[in-house]
């Protein structure tokens, strides 16, 4: 497709679709804001954009596709600030956040001035951050929700997946209600939850001094998502606050009939609920991306001598195999260690292991 596309917040996500773009539509020009001046000299650099613009209205009011990939609240002002704007009447507006229903509340204002805005959310992330971590197709095989009102006519929403089909991801439309119940379940949910657990943890690790260590292993793993950015969590809570309020109450039922299990000791009732949680979830589809960005671990067991971490990584450096995160786990005693390793993508996970298979005999497993 030929046109102008602007893109406002030079991130992983608006960069990664900025990239997407520029490789399929190759007459579009693509230009960029963000309020973060390196990032958006970085993006110029790297070649995410082609032009940078130095305030939002020099580059809405020249595009044909104006893409906001910013934290929502900020996408909110965003929004009702281009409904002031001298835009063009065949523009179309798009998002790329979390949480809809008060940010199409928000577009109202674009919509009484006749401007389309047609909400989305591409489901996929990365566990690194901003433009220089950007992915032409980190969005492969993820799906990507569009939540257009009822009066976006077909031809609209089109020509967005036009544009957009360069993602390589996968369209469903929803309506911002379905939108905001379905990421609140599957997304927004499990961070309150892992929050939790590290809090509780924190909490009793002031008398019990070694949990600190223990929780190196598998409770790190289920609760990596505890690491995200506080501010963008918060804003997340407080506008799908009516699904997580209802969801917390579901919970509450839920941990009572745990409760309740565990006062009756009902042998029988205790093993169906877990069976019943493992059948679920080892249904679930492996390699389908999510919501919630996949964590592509290896686990290697190492011999305790000195250089043998300097060592696998040199191997993965030689074969330019990326490695997104490294750690050591100290839940073990012995004198093999475990060494993990975190990749980016399922390919990058299967490269290493041919790699280490080739260069080593130790022995490694796959995180699931």
């Not at 250089?307 to 191997?315: K, L």
Request: proline share 3%.
């Amino acid at each position: 497709m030929n046109g102008q596309v602007f893109v406002i917040g030079l991130g992983l996500i608006g960069g990664s679709i900025a990239l997407s773009i520029k490789h399929t539509h190759l007459e579009a020009k693509c230009s960029g804001y963000d309020v973060n001046k390196e990032q958006l000299k970085l993006g110029k650099m790297l070649g995410v954009i082609d032009e940078s613009v130095s305030t939002i209205r020099e580059g809405a009011e020249k595009a044909d596709l104006i893409i906001i990939a910013t934290p929502v609240n900020e996408t909110k002002r965003i929004v009702e600030e281009l409904a002031h704007m001298n835009l063009k009447r065949d523009v179309i507006i798009t998002d790329a956040g979390s949480t809809k229903k008060e940010i199409i509340s928000s577009a109202n204002y674009l919509k009484q001035k006749g401007f389309t805005f047609i909400g989305g959310h591409p489901m996929a992330g990365s566990h690194k951050s901003g433009v220089s971590a950007a992915r032409r197709l980190l969005f492969e095989n993820a799906f990507y929700l569009l939540t257009p009102e009822p009066h976006i006519t077909e031809e609209k929403i089109d020509r967005l997946k036009e544009w957009l089909t360069s993602t390589k991801a996968k369209f469903i439309t929803v309506t911002p209600h379905e939108h905001d119940y379905l990421t609140g379940v599957i997304s927004h949910f499990p961070h309150i939850i892992a929050a939790s657990l590290v809090r509780r943890a924190e909490e009793s690790s002031q008398t019990q001094k070694l949990i600190p260590r223990l929780a190196a292993g598998g409770f790190r793993d289920i609760t990596r998502i505890a690491s995200s950015s506080p501010a963008m969590w918060r804003d997340i809570l407080l506008q799908n606050n009516e699904v997580l309020l209802g969801l917390l109450e579901d919970w509450k039922k839920e941990m009572n009939y745990v409760y309740e299990m565990l006062t009756t000791a009902d042998n029988e009732e205790i093993f169906q609920y877990f069976q019943s949680a493992k059948t679920f979830r080892d249904e679930m589809p492996q390699k389908q991306k999510g919501a919630i960005p996949a964590f592509y671990d290896l686990f290697v067991d190492v011999p305790d001598y000195p250089g043998v971490i300097s060592e696998i990584t040199g191997y993965l450096a030689k074969e330019e195999i990326s490695i997104t995160n490294i750690s050591i786990r100290e839940t073990r005693e012995e004198i093999t260690g475990v060494l993990v390793i975190s990749f980016q993508t399922e390919e990058d996970r299967d490269r290493a292991i041919d790699c280490i298979n080739r260069q080593t005999s130790f022995e490694h497993t796959i995180g699931m």
